[in-house]
């Protein structure tokens, strides 16, 4: 149990557009979901907290406007960037909790995004 | 302030040996622990965690962790290094007293089980 997909798994874009990816945990509802970026051999960057029908909580640093996040039911939540840049090509992942502080975070395998 | 630190980027180790992933943490309350593993262009799996109770965890693939307070730390360990152990591990704390549900991570540690 607690598998969490993310959709696509890897995206190149032009410059200027958007691109949407989705997290979706399957088979447990999650209160709280969150969003991750990683650079080449760093640590996660917590970009954004995120539940089920209320606005995310972004981190310092972070652009709301530039970084959407949605998370619209228990099983999903949507990262949209907008009017990506090569500066954006990352490693995007998102993460999903069943229920209380002690619960663990179940991530799901990433997206790459590389902007052109 | 919350934070996690790896003091090693980088462990070797024979297989066959016993494997240590050291993980030191500091929080304002009393730490939720954890142990994730990250294989290359994956996400995290998740291996072990402490909450409360028994210092020693164990965890998936035969890994297990010991908590100790006085030291504020969370070490991972595996008494027989296998190849397949070769990826990148991150520890992860959560203060109990934060309101908030965010882990902070440390740097990560890649480990390489050498045949």
């Known amino acids: 149990g607690a598998v969490v997909s993310q959709h696509p798994s890897w995206v190149i874009c032009k410059s200027g557009t958007s691109v949407k990816i989705e997290c979706r945990s399957l088979d447990f509802q999650a209160t709280t979901m969150f969003w991750y970026r990683q650079f080449p051999k760093q640590s996660l960057m917590l970009m954004a907290t995120s539940n089920e029908g209320s606005k995310a909580t972004y981190e310092q640093g972070v652009e709301k406007d530039k970084f959407l996040i949605n998370h619209a039911s228990l099983t999903l939540s949507t990262l949209t960037v907008t009017s990506a840049h090569p500066e954006d090509s990352s490693f995007y992942i998102c993460?999903?909790?069943?229920?209380?502080?002690?619960?663990?975070?179940?991530f799901g395998p990433g997206t790459r995004l590389t902007v052109l | 302030a919350q934070s996690v630190a790896q003091p090693e980027d980088q462990v070797n180790v024979a297989e066959g040996n016993p494997l240590t992933v050291k993980c030191t943490y500091s929080v304002s309350g009393n730490p939720y622990l954890f142990w994730y593993v990250q294989y290359p262009n994956r996400g995290l799996q998740f291996l072990l965690k402490?909450?409360?109770?028994?210092?020693l965890v164990k965890g998936s693939y035969g890994f297990e962790a010991e908590f100790n307070k006085s030291q504020t730390s969370f070490h991972l360990k595996k008494p027989s290094a296998l190849v397949s152990d070769s990826a990148l591990y991150f520890c992860a704390v959560r203060d109990m007293r934060n309101t908030g549900n965010q882990f902070y991570f440390g740097t990560g540690t890649s480990l390489t089980v050498i045949p």
């Open positions: 402490y909450i409360t109770g028994d210092n």
């Open positions: 993460s999903a909790q069943r229920g209380g502080r002690t619960d663990t975070q179940y």
